[in-house]
């Protein structure tokens, strides 16, 4: 499989499991839910949130760079880049859940530990797409 | 000729062309937006106000704003408790009423509130004087309460010092009344309070760690730590464990290994006495322990936290119990009217609002567990606002309006409460409150449970002239019936009583011959819906109808509300502020609607409740205990 179908198949994939937890996360709020929704779960809905909010934004990081990968000639990622935004979308976002599933008054649980990891990913994989893609553009 | 190249224009480049460049252009956008975000969240007008006292926390006092973000559920408990609102700075939000306009007279003196963006102002000329007498407007900065009444304070053109609007906002009721309404006293007593009475008196509890600060005279430069009641007036100053906790490796580690935190005090994890005297700071009756202490504690409050054992510049006498009789007898000798407005005879604190007095002289209170808390919960597990909203009215913890809360000591009754209560389980006269904990104290308007944990007595009620739980749900027994009963169940001795105890009612005979406390407590009973129930609530009408003419404000506003919760008065108008003529006649108003329209001629009266078998007083009877009544001047100390 080409880098650039990995991406576009994790993305469509990453963006139906994130918007399925936005839809979850209105059923709280529709259910009014206190363990999602009371003023002692201010953390958890946070966490929550952004998890939802991550997930679904760097699953179209992944279709963006899909997209790129077929529209840019010239252009591509090499293999642990690739891996670094693949695993860095799952990795954040989940982080971010997990922080928020055991939550300790205002302090997320320890799963929250991912998130930088996948932040780490993340800034690294976009940075090496940025380099390549200008590359490429400059040798067109 | 073809013509020469020209060299392409030099244009100025937006973005670097190298990699360190686009990282500083990087940097130095996030640095303007940070600069930005910082600009548009700073408050300009951070200049505390200099007409009224001000939030300054000091010391270790950090206040309730920075325990939020990592208490978030307690935050949104003690948000919605009427502790926050104790004291809160006026606005158009906090301010309950709608004060617009508002023209009213007392004290011989015309009030007259004006509103103008956002902020509520006082002007104020004797009474019928014309317009042009009236003062500069005063503006109202500070108010006081929010659950049951609300008072306003305005500025006084003296600094910080702060004045009272003369006048209580009952809010229940949506209506104003003169401030010497608003609590039990004799009717001639017509002094509001001064200038200055808040930041000298008020601010010892109404809010955190309130430093009164006399400049001179009666002028003052008051701050807080908190307006209103916070989180460290339970948990101390939280200066150290802030700083401290800004590190997320030591918070996890108190997180996953579930240990306390030694730099905060936590009430939850003290001994019944240390986490029921840091209620006591407050709630209680209390004294500074000499003049140099009470200047100290006007200075810089008071170095008492949560977790200590002693109030340091102030003490909590406590005359309550055979223990106490040498105490009792020389606070009696030193002032005797002050002491029989907060107490009865007997050393048990009568009024509301200082239960530390009553829980520390109960019996449970002799072991180390039974504190404050083992009734009531300062923060509840559930947030939700409306949960919230229910247990702020009274802080009681899950289960412990029941008689769960006795039982959690009192096992032994549990099987069977039937044989300790002598009624059916499901009887409120089964209930453990009802009886060892009756609504004997009398605040804000209306009978308060006793937080001194006794046992009903018809000696006591005779000796100390205290109305009885039996009596106060059996409002149609003479006291021989209770003495009677009690007897019969626990073996208690049968006093020697006069006539009337064995003939008429108690509740009838000290409506009419009681004095104020008794008559304000009785009244209030008769609206008690298990007392109505157990009594029978036909006959308290015509009782009820003639205190609206009682010559105590507070005694007719309980006779009304008690009316208005009887059949055919629901929403009953009568305004007990009103004077003598106005009030005779609405009296007399009320009792011939009573007499046409609720009363049941079919229906006869019994001889002990005091009236004919149609309805009417047995009127040399009536009159006679009118002519006894005990009109001793009664002025209880809230």
Redesign the interface.
Do not use: I, Q, V
């Given at each position: 499989m080409t880098t650039s179908n990995r991406h576009l198949r994790h993305g469509w994939w990453a963006l139906f499991t994130f918007l399925t937890l936005g839809v979850v996360l209105e059923t709280l709020h529709g259910f009014k839910i206190g363990w999602y929704l009371n003023a002692d779960a201010d953390i958890r809905r946070l966490m929550f949130t952004l998890a939802h909010a991550h997930g679904t934004l760097l699953a179209l990081v992944n279709i963006a760079a899909g997209v790129t990968l077929r529209v840019v000639e010239g252009f591509d990622l090499e293999k642990n880049v690739s891996r670094a935004l693949t695993w860095g979308s799952i990795v954040m976002p989940v982080g971010f859940f997990l922080g928020g599933v055991v939550i300790h008054g205002g302090d997320p649980g320890l799963g929250v530990l991912l998130v930088p990891v996948g932040a780490f990913m993340l800034v690294y994989a976009s940075a090496c797409t940025a380099r390549n893609l200008s590359k490429a553009l400059k040798s067109k | 000729m073809m013509p020469e190249p020209q060299p392409t224009p030099k244009v100025a480049r937006f973005f670097p062309s190298t990699?360190a460049g686009r990282c500083a252009l990087i940097s130095i956008a996030w640095g303007l937006l940070m600069i930005v975000g910082w600009v548009l969240n700073t408050e300009w007008d951070k200049e505390p106000a200099t007409n009224r006292p001000t939030k300054n926390p000091v010391g270790d006092y950090v206040s309730a704003d920075t325990c939020?973000?990592?208490?978030?559920?307690?935050?949104?408990?003690w948000h919605a408790s009427y502790h926050r609102t104790m004291t809160q700075v006026a606005n158009s939000e906090t301010i309950l009423a709608d004060m617009a306009g508002l023209e009213i007279t007392a004290f011989s003196t015309d009030y007259i509130v004006l509103e103008q963006d956002g902020k509520h102002y006082v002007r104020s000329k004797p009474e019928g004087a014309p317009e042009a007498k009236f003062t500069d407007p005063q503006e109202i900065v500070l108010l006081t309460g929010s659950h049951n009444m609300q008072i306003c304070w305005m500025t006084s053109n003296d600094g910080r010092t702060v004045e009272q609007f003369p006048f209580a906002y009952i809010v229940a009721e949506d209506m104003w009344v003169p401030m010497t309404h608003s609590f039990l006293m004799p009717p001639e007593h017509i002094t509001p309070y001064s200038k200055g009475e808040w930041n000298i008196s008020c601010i010892n509890c109404h809010v955190t760690k309130g430093r009164s600060r006399i400049v001179e005279g009666e002028t003052f430069d008051s701050d807080v730590s908190d307006f209103g009641i916070s989180c460290e007036a339970c948990h101390s100053g939280g200066r150290e464990h802030v700083e401290l906790n800004r590190d997320?490796t030591r918070?996890?580690k108190l997180?996953?290994t579930d240990t306390p935190d030694q730099t905060i005090a936590n009430p939850a994890d003290m001994d019944g006495p240390t986490s029921s005297l840091l209620c006591g700071q407050c709630h209680s009756i209390w004294n500074f322990n000499n003049a140099e202490a009470h200047m100290e504690f006007v200075k810089e409050n008071s170095d008492f936290r949560p977790g200590h054992t002693e109030l340091k510049l102030r003490n909590v006498p406590q005359p309550s119990g055979a223990d106490a009789a040498e105490k009792r007898a020389a606070m009696i000798a030193n002032d005797a009217a002050t002491f029989d407005n907060s107490y009865w005879r007997d050393g048990m604190v009568r009024v509301t609002g200082r239960e530390y007095n009553g829980v520390t002289a109960s019996p449970c209170f002799k072991g180390k567990d039974f504190s404050c808390l083992s009734c009531h919960e300062m923060h509840p597990?559930?947030?939700?606002a409306t949960a919230l909203k229910q247990w702020a009215k009274n802080q009681m913890a899950p289960g412990k309006m029941t008689n769960q809360a006795c039982l959690q000591c009192h096992q032994d009754m549990a099987a069977d409460i039937s044989a300790h209560t002598y009624h059916p389980e499901a009887s409120t006269g089964s209930s453990c409150y009802n009886c060892h904990m009756p609504h004997s104290s009398f605040g804000l308007l209306r009978g308060v449970r006793s937080h001194e944990v006794a046992s009903p007595s018809a000696i006591e009620t005779i000796e100390l002239g205290r109305p009885n739980a039996c009596n106060l749900c059996h409002l149609d027994q003479p006291l021989a019936w209770t003495a009677g009963k009690l007897h019969e169940w626990y073996g208690h001795d049968i006093p020697v009583m006069e006539k009337d105890d064995h003939e008429i009612s108690l509740a009838a005979k000290w409506i009419l011959k009681g004095d104020a406390a008794q008559r304000a407590l009785i009244s209030w009973s008769m609206g008690w819906e298990p007392a109505q129930r157990a009594s029978d609530y036909r006959w308290l009408y015509p009782f009820l109808i003639f205190e609206l003419n009682d010559p105590y404000p507070a005694v007719r506003f309980v006779a009304w509300k008690s009316l208005q919760s009887l059949p055919g008065f629901s929403g009953y108008k009568y305004d007990y502020t009103v004077n003598d003529d106005l009030q005779k006649e609405a009296s007399a108003r009320a009792y011939q609607k009573w007499w046409q329209e609720q009363r049941d001629p079919r229906h006869t009266y019994e001889w002990k409740t005091l009236l004919q078998p149609n309805g009417t007083f047995r009127q040399s009877e009536y009159e006679r205990l009118l002519r006894e009544r005990d009109n001793r001047k009664v002025n209880l100390l809230e």
């Open positions: - | 990699w939020r973000s990592c208490h978030p559920g307690n935050y949104a408990s997320p918070r996890f997180h996953l597990a559930n947030t939700e």
